[in-house]
């Protein structure tokens, strides 16, 4: 079946910091990837995504590239803000399986 | 356009208790996902449907099950309930077309404790 790994972390970065999370697929078929956010106390909140091999997704200032040959869809931001500070969830659906599958999540937490 | 909404927001029910929680899709969706968040399981899929059609269900026992109305509207109902199903629940939509690859918008999350 589809499965997502993402780096768990937590991950604490000071302000205007270069950021990262992981994320790694598995998948028949070609999927769609997502990278959602959650904020303390909230629901999910789509942050972007990616529908076919070598598109990028962007939004906010993060990014992510659909990677095919090396099923990855690394999340990156050039420079944080305490406002980021939040749970990141990398996702995956195929169209033979009509569900989302979602990594562990990272939290990240940016420092002033 | 208005979001995913979900009520209630906040339950407490006592374990052995039933509980109906309800999600209304934005306008013109008519594909429903639901998913339970728990901090030790993360977020699993419980289930999907479109057109009242459930197409997919996620690995949780029979007192798990929900419903789609011809307003898209879905219901999900959790029976004899357990400390274990203490969770956040969230409501997903998409879709107007069936395309399930399209993007899921959530709700804010039914937050669960049982007592």
């Known amino acids: 079946g589809n499965s997502v790994t993402q780096m768990e972390g937590p991950v604490t970065l000071s302000e205007e910091a270069f950021l990262t999370i992981n994320c790694t697929y598995t998948?028949?078929?070609?999927?769609?990837l997502f990278w959602y956010v959650q904020y303390p106390g909230e629901g999910l909140q789509l942050l972007l995504k990616?529908?076919?091999?070598?598109d990028k997704g962007s939004n906010k200032g993060f990014e992510a590239t659909y990677r095919k040959e090396t099923t990855s869809f690394h999340l990156e931001k050039g420079s944080v803000q305490v406002s980021d500070s939040a749970v990141y969830f990398c996702?995956?659906?195929?169209?033979?399986?009509?569900?989302?599958?979602f990594g562990a999540g990272t939290t990240v937490t940016v420092r002033a | 356009k208005a979001g995913v909404t979900q009520t209630p927001r906040y339950l407490i029910k006592t374990r052995g208790q039933q509980v109906t929680l309800s999600c209304s899709p934005i306008?013109?969706?008519?594909?429903v996902s639901w998913y339970q968040q728990t901090p030790g399981q993360g977020l699993q899929f419980l289930f999907e449907?479109?057109?009242?059609?459930?197409?997919n269900k996620g690995n949780f026992p029979g007192r798990f099950s929900g419903r789609q109305f011809s307003n898209s509207r879905s219901e999900m109902n959790v029976s004899t309930l357990e400390l274990g199903d203490s969770a956040l629940y969230l409501c997903?939509?998409?879709?107007?077309?069936?395309?399930?690859?399209?993007?899921?918008?959530f709700g804010p999350g039914t937050r669960l404790t049982v007592l």
């Open positions: 998948a028949t078929g070609y999927p769609s």
């Open positions: 449907y479109f057109s009242e059609t459930q197409r």
């Open positions: 997903a939509s998409s879709t107007p077309t069936g395309d399930i690859t399209d993007t899921q918008y």
């Open positions: 996702a995956l659906i195929s169209s033979n399986d009509y569900k989302l599958s």
């Open positions: 990616a529908t076919k091999a070598d």
């Open positions: 306008s013109g969706h008519r594909s």
